[in-house]
């Protein structure tokens, strides 16, 4: 990445997307995703993009589409169970550069800490960085404390969550995500995020129907919150439509490193980029 294109994305924003372009709505097909992520991290905007989110059962594909003399930096999704995907993280190829595992830990309704033990044995065996995606229901406290434990005891591991869905109930409400985010900046435990976020700004999907989250609102909670925010008030920059607001808190934080929020994964860089130069955020 040249310096030029450092300095192009303000520390704020700085690996903000992970590429999650092998994901629905998305579907790249993996030579798609790979080309594509190349691109990615060539460009002017390069430090926007993280790293490449590959299931656990496409590693073995998606290396043959890197280049000999190439390096990728990847992010597992464990779409396998919790045997099989230690497996396949085992002798894998030098060119793809396992650098997170990210999987849930148990599914909504669920106890998420058997999961959650078993995700941070795994963890440990491969010493990976990892993102335990706890559903926003009923253990989840607890689940946060265990993770939170975990970390403070040197393992490196953070929370992961989802902001949206083929289904209504799948979009947290502005509260529930304050709460969630607020509970994570009182274990001073970093979060992700995932699905539904395709927008900088809080927006109703034309087709769904569905009230989908904006990723800059996220952002400007997120700061909230670390900066010592009460929820209700985390609550209300999430929930705002007002996009002047959420640009005057990007603008007067951008050289500060972003808190709380690692970033999320997005099927498409393009769409986010495209909203951060229209607010005047990100430019050439």
């Not at 969630?180 to 970093?190: N, T």
């Not at 010592?228 to 007002?242: N, P, R, S, W």
Request: aromatic content about 4%; overall charge negative; hydrophobic content about 45%.
């Amino acid at each position: 990445m040249s310096t030029a294109a450092s300095a192009s994305v303000p520390p704020l924003l700085k690996r903000l997307l992970d590429d999650a372009a092998v994901f629905p709505p998305g579907n790249a097909t993996l030579p798609q995703a790979v080309t594509g992520h190349r691109e990615h991290r060539s460009a002017w905007y390069a430090a926007l993009v993280g790293v490449l989110l590959l299931p656990a059962s496409g590693l073995k594909e998606a290396a043959a589409q890197v280049r000999a003399d190439e390096r990728i930096e990847v992010g597992v999704i464990g779409d396998l169970p919790l045997s099989q995907l230690s497996t396949a993280l085992s002798g894998g190829d030098p060119r793809i550069s396992v650098q997170q595992v990210e999987t849930a830990v148990a599914k909504r309704g669920e106890d998420p800490q058997p999961g959650l033990r078993a995700l941070l044995s795994m963890l440990a065996e491969h010493d990976l960085m990892g993102y335990a995606e706890i559903p926003l229901t009923w253990g989840l406290l607890g689940a946060l404390d265990t993770v939170a434990e975990a970390r403070a005891a040197g393992q490196p591991v953070a929370a992961k969550f989802r902001t949206g869905g083929l289904a209504a109930e799948l979009f947290p409400t502005p509260m529930e995500l304050a709460a969630v985010i607020c509970a994570c900046r009182d274990r001073a435990l970093p979060f992700k995020l995932t699905a539904g976020l395709h927008h900088a700004v809080r927006h109703t999907d034309p087709e769904t129907g569905f009230v989908h989250h904006g990723f800059l609102n996220v952002l400007a909670g997120a700061c909230a919150a670390a900066e010592g925010a009460e929820v209700a008030d985390v609550a209300a920059v999430i929930g705002t439509t007002q996009p002047l607001t959420l640009m005057e808190a990007a603008r007067t934080r951008r050289h500060a490193e972003r808190p709380l929020w690692v970033g999320y994964g997005t099927c498409s860089i393009a769409e986010p980029l495209e909203d951060l130069i229209q607010l005047g955020l990100l430019g050439l």
